[in-house]
């Protein structure tokens, strides 16, 4: 069975979006955005995810950097215990 609002008749859509958003300008929980305000949180937004991605880059270098100076292989480390089992 089709799942979500994407599946759902567009003016339905449309009907349902309508009602939640005047209940939430009634309930009083509703944002209106000024132009400032949405590019402040847009360059916000953009900066948090070029730190993350900045964070991921470096962890994965960091592992690479760390499987390269031990000298393992993406063995997991077998040749070593098949070498020491060997001696």
Not at 12 to 17: D, N
Request: aromatic share 2%; glycine share 10%.
């Amino acid at each position: 069975m089709p799942r979500g609002m994407h599946n759902i008749d567009p003016e339905r859509r449309k009907a349902w979006s309508s009602k939640g958003g005047k209940a939430a300008q009634a309930k009083g929980t509703a944002r209106r955005w000024s132009l400032a305000e949405a590019r402040n949180a847009g360059r916000l937004g953009a900066l948090k995810r070029a730190e993350n991605m900045r964070k991921r880059k470096e962890a994965l270098e960091e592992l690479k950097n760390n499987a390269d100076s031990t000298g393992s292989d993406r063995s997991g480390g077998q040749d070593q215990r098949a070498t020491q089992e060997k001696e």
